[in-house]
């Protein structure tokens, strides 16, 4: 079965600055989706990020990248010059369509505080 | 585009007693999820809809759970005799697939389930 690990329950950074999230995984699969999601207090999740383990080029949106290390299984996410409306509980997410499963599979979630 | 609908968002019940919850999806999406999320995890998957045909469920989804998704639009989560364990936020997703190609899925706010 494969699980995802967010080794960090808390993190904060400071206004503007940049902060890496991490997040591992176990897979026998070689070919699956990873993601990012974010949850603010007491609103929905919402997608950030996807990589395609297929796909070697780092995904980027905006202030949000990814560091994929296919090998290590490890999949980051950097935010950089966090803003206020950053703060949220992170969650890491893994989805392996090739075994007929469209579910993901979510680690634990990391709390991230950004201050003024 | 309204996103994805949950109702209620609060419900409270005595242990012991049925409730149901209903999730509409966003309107051109075939996939539909439900997930389970307790405080300080990651939400954990229950089950999954691709059109009306629920096509994987959960070890987790016990005997009194049930969903469906009769018309392929709306679904329904039920939970029978409820148990102080059954406690936590409950998520609905939706996505367009075809095949084995997957769409991000979107969330939904979630209902909150509380057992006295």
């Known amino acids: 079965a494969q699980t995802v690990t967010q080794s960090q329950p808390e993190m904060s950074v400071q206004e503007a600055e940049t902060v890496t999230l991490s997040c591992t995984y176990d897979?026998?699969?070689?070919?699956?989706?990873l993601f990012w999601y974010k949850q603010p207090p007491s609103r929905q999740m919402i997608l950030v990020i996807r990589q395609e383990a297929y796909k070697q080029q780092n995904a980027t949106e905006n202030r949000f990248s990814v560091n994929f290390q296919k090998a290590a299984k490890s999949f980051s996410l950097k935010i950089s010059d966090s803003q206020l409306g950053d703060t949220a509980m992170y969650f890491c997410?893994?989805?392996?369509?090739?075994?007929?499963?469209?579910?993901?599979?979510f680690g634990k979630g990391t709390k991230l505080t950004v201050n003024p | 585009d309204t996103g994805v609908s949950q109702d209620p968002r609060h419900k409270i019940t005595k242990r012991g007693q049925n409730v149901t919850f209903r999730c509409d999806p966003i309107s051109e999406h075939n996939r539909l999820y439900w997930y389970r999320q307790t405080l300080g995890q990651g939400p954990e998957f229950l089950t999954y809809?691709?059109?009306?045909?629920?096509?994987?469920k959960s070890r987790l989804l016990s005997d009194r759970f049930s969903a469906e998704r009769p018309k392929g639009s709306f679904s329904t989560l039920e939970i029978q005799r409820t148990e102080q364990g059954d406690s936590a936020m409950y998520l609905c997703a939706s996505s367009f697939g075809t095949g084995r190609v997957s769409q991000p899925q979107h969330f939904g706010d979630g209902t909150r389930l509380s057992i006295l």
């Open positions: 897979t026998s699969e070689s070919n699956y989706y």
């Open positions: 997410a893994f989805m392996n369509p090739q075994g007929g499963s469209e579910k993901l599979v």
């Open positions: 809809f691709q059109n009306e045909a629920q096509l994987e």
